[in-house]
């Protein structure tokens, strides 16, 4: 099982970026998937979480301004982020697990990635 970030970088306070996640050897469709994030030297954060069934579910934090979303035909899991704030730098791992609320109390998890780097610019 393999799961890979991409889409991180460096973008200005305001702006948008689109992260993916694309998974081999897991089928996204039998699994809660979501995305976290950490700061180096802080606890990590849950961002968002999509169900089996297409539910929802945000971080207060990120709420109306990053969307979660997937292709499970293609297993690949995206998060939208726009409006991004200096205070979304961090790096972004995606996760699979039993369901959204394993993935919103933290784990267990199926599948971890090995994260992308998404840094705002004030």
């Known amino acids: 099982v393999q799961l890979v970030e991409s889409g991180g970088g460096l973008v200005q306070a305001g702006g948008s970026l689109r992260l993916s996640c694309a998974g081999t050897?897991?089928?996204?469709?039998?699994?809660?998937m979501g995305w976290f994030r950490q700061v180096s030297g802080k606890e990590r954060e849950w961002v968002a979480a999509?169900?089996?069934?297409?539910?929802?579910l945000y971080a207060d934090s990120v709420k109306g301004r990053f969307t979660i979303s997937s292709d499970n035909a293609k297993n690949i899991l995206y998060l939208q982020m726009i409006s991004l704030k200096p205070e979304d730098t961090a790096k972004y791992y995606c996760?699979?697990?039993?369901?959204?609320?394993?993935?919103?109390?933290?784990?267990?998890?199926?599948?971890w990635g090995q994260g992308t780097l998404v840094t705002v610019s004030s």
């Open positions: 996760a699979a697990a039993d369901s959204v609320y394993t993935l919103e109390e933290g784990g267990p998890f199926d599948a």
């Open positions: 050897g897991i089928r996204f469709s039998e699994h809660g």
């Open positions: 999509l169900s089996t069934g297409g539910s929802t």
